[in-house]
């Protein structure tokens, strides 16, 4: 049997994309491809393939030992540019860390990003793109799925929330790139809507903007609430007590939010970037702005057969980023590399 290390520290830190989409993906492998990969985590034995889907500095003196690592894949969710909107660190440690990041990239054999948008941009930092593979994001429907009316109810008046209230939930780390500002504006504009923000400051007081932020979660909007980071099992409640998942980031990669909300049932409003275009058309509602945001809202509110068809939207989306398709999509690529 074929052995597989993944490597990660993803779920060190609470509240991160990049943790739900390595949790996936260890649970497709270990579900599906049991008889066929022998998979481990976390360990620095001989295998025919190693996955690293983080950067830690020990798995990067690990790539020394290529006779041990077997083909080295390595995961891409983020580039250097992505992550200056995120963290506030001092120019030095910015400049330092941000060569690394590429140095670490182009140690490996195999990059695979979730977002065919960064493939320009690796190129650009001196990455053949033959290296380089897509492989979207995925969802399991066994975590997110729709409920019933009544355990929606029920999960609302058990966070105070009132039975017959609009929802919009925004799912992220509390920061300026995910448009957290305009999310409690749009709040304002729209007392008589409800607003939950799930995520927190995963990265305490480096976080980009935290201090402004800082205030607004401690001391937010009547009708919003900010819970904290919120365990991934308990994340297919928060989806099913909304209406609308409404993300108004202002740079992405491939969000597992969105996927997930997808398979909740959810409706879902983006910002309209550019990177979502390839990806995910025809799955979504859009604005530019608080003003559109407001209005996308305040439609979906009031007109049933435009939030249905937002509903709709996304259960495509839902079913184009299942699971079960990306079982094969991960077969066909761990194959291709052991057939060299």
């Known amino acids: 049997m074929n052995r597989i290390t993944m490597l990660s520290s993803a779920e060190k830190v609470k509240g991160q994309g990049v943790a739900s989409a390595y949790r996936e993906l260890i649970n497709l492998m270990t579900t599906h491809h049991a008889d066929k ?13 190693t996955h690293y889907h983080t950067i830690d500095f020990p798995f990067f003196l690990s790539t020394f ?4 690592r077997g ?9 250097p540019e992505t992550l200056d909107e995120s963290l506030e660190l001092p120019w030095i440690a910015k400049k330092v860390f941000y060569k690394y990041v590429i140095m670490f990239y182009k140690r490996m054999d195999v990059l695979v990003v979730v977002n065919p948008s960064f493939i320009p941009q690796l190129v650009a930092y001196g990455i053949p793109e033959e290296k380089i593979k897509y492989i979207p994001n995925f969802v ?96 297919n409640n928060y989806y099913n007590m909304a209406d609308v998942l409404f993300l108004p980031s202002f740079n992405e990669l491939f969000p597992m ?3 997930e909300g997808m398979s909740s049932g959810l409706s879902v409003l983006l910002r309209d970037l550019e990177l ?37 939207g996304a259960k495509k989306g839902a079913a184009y ?20």
């Open 37 to 49: 990969y022998d998979v481990a985590i976390n360990t620095y034995r001989k295998s025919e393939i």
């Open 65 to 68: 030992a290529r006779k041990r």
């Open 71 to 79: 083909v080295m894949v390595g995961y891409v969710h983020f580039l």
């Open 140 to 235: 399991s429907a066994n975590t997110f799925y729709p409920m019933d009316t009544t355990e929606k109810m029920a999960l609302r008046k058990e966070h105070g929330i009132a039975q017959d209230a609009f929802v919009a939930i925004g799912v992220g780390q509390v920061q300026h790139r995910k448009g957290v500002l305009d999310f409690i504006e749009v709040a304002k504009q729209l007392p008589e809507m409800q607003f939950i923000w799930a995520g927190g400051f995963s990265f305490g007081k480096i976080t980009a903007g935290y201090k402004e932020l800082k205030e607004i979660y401690d001391n937010p909007p009547a009708n919003v609430q900010f819970p904290g980071i919120v365990e991934r099992a308990d994340m």
């Open 257 to 259: 939010a969105i996927l």
């Open 276 to 312: 979502y275009e390839g990806i995910l058309a025809g799955n979504y509602m859009e604005a530019s702005d608080v003003a559109g945001f407001k209005a996308q809202l305040e439609r979906m509110a009031t007109d049933q057969a435009y939030l249905e068809t937002a509903k709709e």
């Open 321 to 340: 980023y299942s699971e079960a398709r990306l079982t094969g999509l991960w077969q066909e690529f761990y194959d291709g590399l052991l057939k060299g």
